[in-house]
């Protein structure tokens, strides 16, 4: 109901927002192909409104429920296109973040090597960022934690 008021009342953030809300619970609820619909349409609404940053998150929450949902070459390929969105964005720690989120995709791939690459791509792009960072970013206001799902087994 909330998002049909939204719509509505043409409140295309608020929208979008909900539809990642939405995307959520169907993610914990295990309902990956209803999260993956509610993700994407989070992302397009985001890149309508022009909030690169929010639609570069989108496409990383997208991408995490695609490798639950078993599909890690499809998880990588969306990653990839989260990272895009975050260089777009200029959004260091987001950049970072999915730069983590795509080496642990490459080790569920079973590539280490490639993995170890962006590990270290994220640690370079932290390295150059400019001001004063929380020594541990995962805790800071800002932080963005995006990592995959523990490989089970």
Same mark, same amino acid.
Request: charged content about 35%; hydrophobic content about 40%; proline content about 4%.
């Given at each position: ?16 927002? #909900?539809?990642g ?28 409104n022009? $909030? ?6 989108? #496409?990383?929450? #997208? ?24 260089k ?9 973040? @999915? ?10 791939? $079973? ?5 170890? #690459? ?7 792009? @932290?390295?150059?960022?400019?001001? $004063? ?18 490989a089970?087994?």
């Amino acid at each position: 109901r909330a998002l049909a008021q939204r719509q509505a009342r043409d409140e295309r953030a608020d929208a979008a927002r #909900l539809y990642g809300r939405i995307a959520t619970a169907h993610t914990y609820a295990g309902r990956y192909g209803e999260a993956q619909r509610g993700w994407r349409a989070a992302a397009a609404g985001h890149r309508k409104n022009g $909030d690169v940053a929010a639609a570069a998150r989108a #496409l990383s929450e #997208l991408a995490r429920v695609q490798e639950y949902a078993g599909r890690p070459e499809e998880s990588l390929r969306t990653c990839q296109e989260a990272v895009e969105w975050a260089k777009r964005a200029d959004d260091i720690r987001l950049q970072a973040a @999915l730069q983590l989120r795509l080496a642990d995709t490459l080790e569920h791939l $079973d590539d280490p090597e490639a993995a170890r #690459l962006h590990r270290a791509a994220a640690e370079r792009i @932290l390295e150059e960022e400019p001001g $004063d960072r929380d020594p541990e970013p995962e805790h800071g206001a800002n932080a963005c934690e995006i990592r995959s799902a523990p490989a089970e087994g």
